[in-house]
């Protein structure tokens, strides 16, 4: 049996080596993210808010933030 997962579906990632700026937690427009008070680094907490607009990644100055690309069928 397949174990299925808790987690949301997140376009958004921030990966370990954040350093916690808050720079994106600031920015942007859909509160995405809150700075951990336990890890001091950005958390995805509400990734079904994501609008995949892009600001997260362009202003990390320590390029953390993984982003999905939108889904489009054609090229
Ligand atoms: S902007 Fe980058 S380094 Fe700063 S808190 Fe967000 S993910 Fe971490
Ligand atoms: S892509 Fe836009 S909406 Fe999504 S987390 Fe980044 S700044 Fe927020």
Redesign the pocket.
């Known amino acids: 049996m397949s174990q299925i997962e808790n987690e949301v579906f997140s376009p ?1 990632k921030v990966n370990n080596w954040c350093k916690g700026c808050d720079i ?1 937690v600031a ?4 509160k ?2 809150t700075l951990s008070s336990e890890t001091g680094k950005a958390e995805v907490t509400r990734p079904e ?9 362009l202003l990390c100055p320590d390029f953390a933030i993984d ?1 999905k690309e939108p889904q489009n069928a054609n090229g």
């Open positions: 958004v994106c920015f942007c427009p859909r995405v993210f808010k994501c609008i995949i607009c892009g600001l997260c990644q982003l």
